[in-house]
């Protein structure tokens, strides 16, 4: 078959099936002009994930808005959102893909340019991932992680035992928050005194109320401890998993400098606090809210695996992360959406768990939902995060461990009354009130 002049084929996969379709290549899509919604976020009444379907009624990828300007396609369908992620047309890596962004001549700042600007795993593309990756599934292998695990089981014991004089409890600062901390200075080897600061700094960071100015500290701050754990590390790699990244990024055919072992710090960091504490407090959240559902998991009829993987699905600890650029023109046949080529794409996690052609009531936590517990959380395709097993691992040995110790432990307040992050990126509780009996 011969092609029109500035046509080309798309390649895809969805679920084994290919998917081809043709569009003329050519600058950005006209969809993306004035008018379109902001993107909020979690607001009083309403999670990311309603906030996302809500978006739904204007198609699989409608335009927003995001803070700055910048002008995206909010992709809140699962399947494209899937055939998105596991293809190679579109990309993380803003100075190859998004025009005007490495010249300088593109202004971006604030939220967005914190997320796209650090040079890392998460912020590549092909070859340049590939390579980024290696150093990081080196050091958290499903074998090494599964070693870990005893030393997981007396950090949560160590959080559990300080809770024993305390009756009502904020189950995010007390326990929740903890457990990650603690993971990370004593497996990841990053020193205790950094973590507190780190966290403050971090925060902001997931803020998308937040400023310009406020972003450029909390992005300051964060980079200045991360440059002192690198000096450290570069110095004297001890027998932690930042030791092992040390040495396998120097090793590797392409030694990492400084500043990209600073950036892949700073996703494994953040990626080890901020998502796990939100994905711990949430399925207790869950569990506690349903009684029906915790008896079946305590009971060991169905497994704390399955029901994180349910949590999961109905609130990720991730609402989204920006920000993807389409590589060249395409169109996605199955949905008929065309993307034009440096077009800003953001994959909406937290929409695509509550798609009701995928999930029959897709709001009600089931942890023997016939259809499965399909979930982005943890990426898709070759972005799949290399640290999901170690967060999974914490996260059903925090929740199972605090339900057996106090299996009278209630949630104080509704859950629709708990408070969320001022955020479309952060999705989860700040503060979680609770009474351990």
Known sequence: MTLAPGHEWIEGAHEGAPVVGVRPAGPPSAASGGGCP???????????GQEGRRLRASGPAPVVELPGGVQARVVVDPGLAERLSAGPHVSRDAARHWPGF????????????????????????????????????????????????????????????????????DLVQ???????????????????????????????????????????????????????????????????LIGDLVRAADASESPLSDTELRDQLMLIIIAGTETTVHAIGTLLVHLLSHPDQRALVMSGQVSMDAALAESLRLRPPIAAVPLRFAVRPFEDARSGEHFGEGEPVLIHLAAAGLDPERYAEPERF????????????????????????????????????????????????????????????????????????
């Open 38 to 48: 902001h993107l909020r976020g979690a607001t009083a009444g309403e999670s990311n």
């Open 102 to 169: 490495r010249e300088g001549t593109r202004s971006v700042d604030g939220i967005i340019h914190a997320w796209i600007g650090t040079h890392n795993a998460l912020n590549s593309y092909g070859e340049d991932h590939r390579q980024l990756r290696a150093p990081i599934a080196a050091a958290l292998t499903r074998r090494r992680v599964e070693a870990m695990a005893p030393e997981i089981e007396l950090i949560v014991h160590d959080v559990l035992d300080g809770l024993g004089a305390h009756e009502d409890i």
């Open 174 to 240: 007390s326990y929740a928050l903890p457990i990650p901390h603690e993971v990370i200075t004593r497996l990841l080897g990053v020193p205790a005194q950094h973590l507190p600061a780190f966290s403050a700094a971090a925060a902001g960071l997931f803020d998308t109320s937040a400023g310009p100015a406020d972003v450029g500290r909390s992005m300051e701050a964060v980079l200045g401890i991360l440059d002192q754990l690198v000096a450290s590390a570069r110095e004297r790699p001890e027998d932690n």
């Open 366 to 437: 089931d942890v023997q939902r016939a259809e499965g517990s399909r979930s982005l959380a943890f990426g898709y395709g070759p972005h799949v995060c290399p640290g999901a097993a170690l967060a999974t691992r914490e996260v059903v040995i925090a929740v199972r461990r605090l339900l057996e110790r106090y299996p009278d432990v209630r949630l104080t307040v509704e859950p629709e009354q708990l408070q969320e992050p001022s955020s479309w990126i952060s999705n989860g509780y700040t503060s979680i009130p609770g009474q351990l009996a």
